[in-house]
């Protein structure tokens, strides 16, 4: 496992917070968009995913928490513009994550992500992920749980672990929608407002919020996430 940190990223949508990546073994193979949709298998980041990947960038993971530990205090951090939590494919690494909740927290840093790796009762593997996930979003690091169906989010949101995101089709709607189980979805603000930056929305770093964050499909390749969305929208 390899990580990279950038401060401040040059990326537009983000604006000049801290990003990191980390390499592609962390992807869950329960990620249905992985080699199928997956926005950072696109250009211009899968050439540094690529990079990271072969070892001519980043480093390892304690390399990569002293980094973390020298960021400005308070700034807004991003983990993983690609890369999933650490652990080598559905398994959570609970050890590892903890480390980087504690070198967040010494910072102050308004820390966030996004996984793809199974959560519930259905495993012991998927309930040790689910509590190292809780346990992150107890103590600093918001780890935001992707789904990729409004019923997938249902499901998600009821385990209480974290909050959730979700896929939205591409010609979806400004507007608030509703899961089928009644929970409102907000499209992600910078998706609907011109020049809106993660920097300034911050949405996706509150741990305690109670909408559910919609992603209309981006990228390269984005027409192959919408198929996965509409799966249960229509």
Request: net charge positive; charged share 20%; with cysteine.
């Amino acid at each position: 496992m390899r990580a990279a940190l950038t401060y401040p990223s040059g990326n537009e949508k983000t604006g000049p917070i801290a990003v990191s990546t980390t390499s592609s073994d962390t992807c869950p193979d329960a990620c249905p968009l992985r080699k199928n949709g997956c926005y950072a298998e696109g250009y211009p980041l899968r050439q540094h995913w690529t990079r990271l990947d072969r070892g001519e960038w980043g480093g390892n993971w304690p390399d990569f928490l002293d980094r973390v530990r020298k960021l400005p205090k308070g700034v807004m951090f991003r983990h993983n513009q690609a890369g999933d939590l650490p652990g080598v494919g559905d398994a959570v690494n609970a050890t590892a994550l903890a480390s980087l909740v504690s070198a967040c927290a010494q910072r102050g840093l308004r820390a966030f992500t996004y996984t793809h790796k199974p959560v519930g009762w259905g495993s012991i593997e998927h309930v040790i992920n689910m509590r190292a996930i809780h346990a992150a979003n107890a103590n600093g690091l918001t780890v935001n749980l992707s789904a990729d169906t409004l019923a997938e989010a249902d499901e998600l949101s009821a385990l209480g672990c974290g909050p959730v995101v979700t896929i939205l089709p591409c010609d979806a709607s400004d507007r608030p929608t509703k899961t089928p189980g009644g929970r409102t979805v907000v499209v992600c603000p910078a998706q609907t407002k011109a020049a809106l930056t993660c920097a300034e929305c911050g949405l996706c770093a509150v741990a305690k919020r109670k909408a559910i964050v919609g992603f209309k499909s981006h990228g390269v390749f984005r027409k192959r996430a919408e198929r996965v969305a509409l799966t249960v929208i229509k």
